[in-house]
């Protein structure tokens, strides 16, 4: 991938007020995970790395499972089935990292790379501001990439706080018009998504992954 491509990416992801590089990271292993189930069926290089890594970890295995493809599953647990029925009782082979969390590794690294690389650029950084918000893993990881003195460093974390705040304070409306005095009290709109979104924003979407 480009540079340009990929900072685009970035840009056009940064329309929805949700973390673009959790969005990225998760596009690109759907798009993936579409491949390799066209693959299984037609590609003997799909299956051996199926093989090598001994299927998928588990949040990926369920994530395939949910495209409801019954060929596809039905080759690579077969093979998968065959092997381990070879293997029983014999000494355990070193596994290779499930292929869609080394994926996921990947572009993450690029996505958080190119996000540090490109916040000097006024366009980019006020389109995060004015649309988007970093997660909290990924902002830790995109400040890991930026020395202690990079121009755009604080001016990040002060403009992700306000968003933060902002959050924080719908959190406290949900409380308070939980209260019955206020129980009349219409939610807003950001109200409405507020409870949902702090639970995406502090989760590690890569938690899986990361051993
Ligand atoms: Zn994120
Ligand atoms: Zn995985």
């Known amino acids: 991938m480009g540079k340009d491509m990929i900072k685009n990416e970035l840009m056009h992801r940064m329309k929805y007020d949700k973390c673009p590089i959790c969005g ?11 491949s390799v189930l066209k693959g299984a069926v ?7 790395e199926f093989l ?17 493809q019954p060929l596809s599953h039905a080759i690579l647990y077969g093979n ?18 499930c292929r869609f969390c080394e994926l996921e590794d990947e572009s993450e690294k690029i996505y958080v790379y190119w996000f540090a690389k490109s916040l ?3 366009a980019f950084f006020e389109t995060y501001k004015e649309q988007a918000i970093l ?17 755009m460093r604080e001016t990040l ?11 924080n304070r719908d959190l406290q409306e949900i409380r308070r018009k939980y ?29 899986h992954r990361r051993k």
């Open 24 to 34: 990225l990271v998760e596009k690109r292993s759907e798009s993936r995970i579409e």
């Open 42 to 48: 037609t590609d003997t290089d799909t299956r051996r």
């Open 52 to 68: 090598d890594s001994e299927g998928f970890c588990k949040h990926h295995a369920e994530r395939v499972l949910r495209r409801k």
């Open 80 to 97: 998968l089935l065959e092997y381990k029925m070879r293997r029983i009782g014999r000494e355990k082979f070193r596994k290779a990292k």
């Open 120 to 122: 000097t650029e006024a």
């Open 135 to 151: 997660c909290t893993t990924h902002l830790d990881a995109v400040l890991r990439k930026l020395r202690k003195k990079h121009p």
């Open 157 to 167: 974390i002060e403009t992700t706080k306000e968003k933060y705040d902002a959050l």
């Open 179 to 207: 209260n019955y005095k206020y129980a009349k009290e219409a939610w807003t709109n950001s109200e409405k998504e507020a409870w949902k979104k702090a639970v995406r924003l502090l989760t590690d979407q890569g938690e």
